[in-house]
């Protein structure tokens, strides 16, 4: 009698590897953030392989391939009979971009922004095609957050930075928000807790505009459009670049006066 064999498709098995290794990389990214904002300390337990499964809706199988990889790059650790644990943080950018004491100055915050340009530019044209549901909600929230908080006459620092954050996550690669983080409270100028917070940098209008341009990137993300969500945040971007010049001109021709006086 002859054994009867399944036979596999080569193609279908390499868009199931494909896909489980997407969803690994998301697990991935989810838990060095988690470790990074210290949700997850040093030395605490992870949930088991089963609960970890459940909260973010996968096989058990792509919860062991995100915690080797894990492991790998010396964040966890099996112990047997105990779990794995967590045993260090993510290393999160060089000591250079870490430094407090960068000048709290106009010029420096265009620094930062060329900076932003670099990684965002790219970090939105990835968002567009590599994102999943639960990473377009992020966005969409951080959005709504920033616009609530901007009529109720809010700060909207933290909003703002969660939206370029939220985009950064859905690239899942954990670099882009690993820089995002690395440079803190500068990547958001609009932000009250900034050096380089001004009464014209934290009105509704400039904040409104800005809400505006986030709407652009945000549709283009969305709606998969690499090229556009890549092309929307470089208009973010050079807008902001230019609304510090133009900060910058003022002063000078504010100086210029005076001295004519």
Same mark, same amino acid.
């Given at each position: ?35 990074? $904002?210290? !949700?997850? =300390?040093?030395? *605490?337990?992870?949930?088991? +392989? ?6 973010? %809706? ?74 999943? $549901?639960? !990473?377009? =909600?992020?966005? *969409?929230?951080?959005?709504? +957050? ?6 109720? %006459? ?108």
């Amino acid at each position: 009698m002859k054994t009867l064999v399944a036979s596999v498709n080569p193609a279908v098995s390499e868009l199931k590897t494909a896909h489980r290794q997407k969803l690994s990389e998301r697990i991935i990214v989810s838990l060095r953030q988690q470790f990074l $904002s210290g !949700q997850v =300390a040093v030395g *605490q337990r992870l949930p088991t +392989e089963s609960q970890l499964a459940e909260t973010f %809706g996968v096989s058990r199988t792509v919860i062991r391939e995100a915690i080797a990889a894990l492991a790998a790059d010396g964040l966890v650790e099996s112990r047997q009979g105990a779990g794995i644990f967590v045993t260090e943080s993510p290393v999160i950018a060089p000591q250079s971009m870490l430094r407090s004491d960068i000048p709290n100055n106009l010029s420096s915050a265009l620094n930062v922004l060329e900076v932003r340009m670099a990684i965002e530019m790219e970090s939105a044209a990835l968002a567009a095609v590599r994102k999943n $549901s639960s !990473q377009e =909600a992020e966005i *969409q929230e951080a959005f709504f +957050e920033f616009d609530r908080l901007l009529n109720l %006459g809010e700060p909207t620092g933290k909003a703002d930075f969660a939206f370029h954050r939220s985009i950064a996550g859905a690239t899942n690669n954990p670099v882009y928000v690993e820089l995002l983080d690395a440079l803190g409270a500068r990547t958001i100028p609009c932000d009250v807790t900034s050096p380089w917070a001004t009464e014209d940098v934290l009105s509704y209008n400039y904040q409104a505009g800005l809400q505006k341009e986030h709407l652009a990137i945000m549709n283009a993300i969305l709606s998969g459009d690499a090229d556009l969500a890549r092309s929307a945040m470089r208009e973010h971007l050079s807008a902001s670049q230019e609304r510090y010049r133009a900060r910058l001109r003022e002063r000078r021709a504010l100086y210029e006066q005076r001295g004519a006086s």
